[in-house]
């Protein structure tokens, strides 16, 4: 195990404030939708719930029934989730749950033609090597989540074509959004007075630094050339690494290696009261910090049955929109550079149209890029500046 830091540290914690722990488990679904009933008659005893949580869909099915229940919401008439969008998983191990399932999978589905969203739970049985099957079958977009999954929470998918490391380092020994996972590698010195012992670890290599010859990704062949394209700037952007396999000048393979920007925001999560969470999400993407603020909270607002003024919700809505032409500007003055290699005409008057939005939230909330608008924006004073 790593010498790793505490999870809580008292000058993170307010004297009156409770621990910011999890006192119970989300209830089960209640009532019923024609979905949820249909999905019932089909599937019976192996549907161990089904109804509304929080005013969303949840359906949680038996592990052994989750690729054919798949199978028939998507193809099913009446159902048609013909898409999944996102694949997650909870450690439930420090929950008052008793001998209950530690790791539960999470589905969430649309049915794009019936403006309908589907969440699936699968409660799996084996606390210390949880397995379950994939869907990579049926859902081509379950490949890259499942091994998200695999990754951070060391929940095996049965017949996944590709089951391997996506975020973390191949060698890296944990899963590291299991809840007996520590928060960080290090310590972080914490002190007025520079001759404090905590600073004896300060700049200290915590895990090994050997270099490792990487994998060969499946499906190349050592017969062909292998090269690394990324993560450099520009093109990349630092951020996505491509292993590009060569038969002469023909490109006939390419795997993309991601997780260099992965930065935990999950774990760090675990231990941050909901408020205070929000400043992380400008960090996500900071070139859609309102955007980013405005999804996150809308999901806090949702669990703790908030509804904001109408006022505030109009301007969070307007913040979102400038936002979006921000990270388009942005995104068109980059990408002219990295067709071109030139073009610095475009690059200069896109960046100066996202300047003047910038210059509209440093007025709104104090900042441009991390902005925390959705925490910081001061309505009541708005219309000093006309809103």
Known sequence: MLNVSPRYRDYETLPGINSPGIPAPAPLPTGETADTTRMVERFGEDILAAGLHNGLQTVYVKPEKLVEFAEFIRTDPQLQYEALI???????SQLPIGDGERFQTVYQLRSYNRKQHLMVVCPLLDADEPVVDSLAGVFKGAVWPEREVYDLMGIRFAGHPDLRRILMPAHWPNHPLRKDMPVGGEDVPFTLTWGDPE??????????????????????????????????HPSTHGVLRLVVELDGETVVNVDPDLGYLHSGFEKTGETKRYKDFVYYTDRMDYL???????????GVEKLLGIEIPQRAQVI???????????????????????????????LMYATRERERILDLFEMACGAGCASDGDRRVDARRSDQHGG
């Open 316 to 346: 969070r809505v307007i913040m979102g929109e400038l936002q979006r032409i921000a990270s388009h500007l942005f995104w068109l003055s980059t990408h002219v550079l990295d067709v071109s290699g030139t073009g610095m005409s475009l």
């Open 199 to 232: 600073f004896a670890s300060l700049g200290t290599q915590i895990l090994p630094a050997e270099s490792l010859p990487p994998d060969v990704p499946p499906g190349m062949s050592r017969e062909n050339m292998i090269i690394n394209m990324g993560p450099h």
């Open 86 to 92: 996102d694949v997650s998983s909870v450690d439930r």
């Open 288 to 298: 859609s910090g309102m955007n980013n603020n405005l999804g996150y909270v809308l």
